[in-house]
């Protein structure tokens, strides 16, 4: 039988329990401002889980799990992918003590994604964020953040081929809307 990554619980199983033990660290290493918050995130590129770690009020990681819909919202691929990305994101210009944000951060990202010529394979590189957001009713944190990967993708299992991950950069124009709840 083959391991097959978009079939398999043990990932799901797996990002889960790094969204424990990453929630766990942010909340013994607690500073003024720390914390954590979790929610969704949602774009023509993908839906899934987020997570944001904040360990003092200039900086704060994320960690999101998402299903990659690149081809299946045009009918053209029928089974999602499933990508894993970290970021450290360093917050640049606040305004409204804090309330409305402005951030960017270099990342990691890896997963089995579908790339713009139709081909699922595993994927790990590079990827960075940017992005704006606002603190609304105390707990509530919305964003909007563009994402751009700079990845190698394997493809086809019986004559292995490694490539550019295209749709990182090719789709990057494609915002990211993150609804979170703060801890």
Not at 36 to 48: D, E, K, Q, Y
Request: aromatic content about 14%; hydrophobic content about 40%; some cysteine.
């Amino acid at each position: 039988m083959c391991f097959r990554p978009d079939r398999s619980p043990a990932w799901w199983v797996f990002f889960v329990a790094l969204f424990c033990v990453q929630g766990a660290l942010a909340a013994s290493e607690r500073k003024e401002g720390g914390g954590f918050a979790l929610g969704t995130i949602h774009s023509p590129r993908g839906v899934g889980l987020s997570g944001e770690f904040v360990r003092d009020p200039e900086s704060f990681s994320g960690l999101t799990l998402t299903a990659d819909l690149i081809d299946i919202l045009d009918g053209t691929a029928s089974s999602p992918g499933i990508k894993a990305t970290y970021h450290y994101n360093v917050i640049v210009k606040g305004w409204q003590d804090g309330k409305y944000q402005c951030y960017l951060g270099p990342g990691l990202t890896a997963g089995r994604v579908r790339d713009t010529q139709n081909h699922l394979g595993l994927m790990a590189g590079l990827s960075g964020d940017a992005g704006l957001r606002v603190h609304c009713l105390h707990s509530i944190i919305v964003s909007i953040e563009f994402q751009a990967d700079f990845a190698l993708q394997f493809k086809n299992r019986y004559h292995p081929d490694m490539s550019l991950y295209a749709a990182g950069f090719q789709r990057s124009y494609l915002p990211y809307l993150r609804i979170q709840y703060c801890f």
